[in-house]
């Protein structure tokens, strides 16, 4: 499957901004998508990921209440709402898909288990 983000830019704190993910390729029905980011100087980190299938979703705790993924199912599309953006938001946004793991964030949190990968696409919040 190929993912293409695309949707970032620069917003000033307290904003929101969404970006998007669009897949294509063969089906991602057995797969889920999940959101990275990396900031300057920093290691990569799990933001978000959503269970194609079930349409579970997944958080990391720093941006539970701010942050909402979703699918499109007709545009085999996901999105990333981001509200109540900080600075510290500020970093590069990745989509990655993987297979379907068990019910649990600490599965698809971890980078290494993604095996398809889209370019970056870069969010710069503002102070």
């Known amino acids: 499957v190929q993912l293409q983000a695309s949707g970032g830019g620069l917003v000033q704190a307290g904003g929101s901004l969404s970006v998007s993910c669009a897949t294509s390729?063969?089906?991602?029905?057995?797969?889920?998508v999940g959101w990275f980011r990396q900031a300057p100087g920093k290691e990569r980190e799990s933001v978000a990921a959503?269970?194609?299938?079930?349409?579970?979703?997944y958080y990391a705790d720093f941006v539970k209440g701010r942050f909402t993924i979703s699918k499109d199912n007709a545009k085999k599309t996901v999105h990333l709402q981001m509200n109540s953006l900080t600075p510290e938001d500020t970093a590069v946004y990745y989509c990655?898909?993987?297979?379907?793991?068990?019910?649990?964030?600490?599965?698809?949190?971890?980078?290494?288990?993604?095996?398809?990968w889209g370019q970056g696409t870069p969010v710069t919040v503002s102070s």
């Open positions: 990655a898909a993987r297979s379907l793991a068990p019910d649990s964030y600490s599965y698809y949190s971890k980078e290494s288990t993604y095996r398809s």
């Open positions: 390729g063969r089906s991602i029905t057995n797969d889920a």
């Open positions: 959503i269970n194609w299938r079930s349409s579970n979703t």
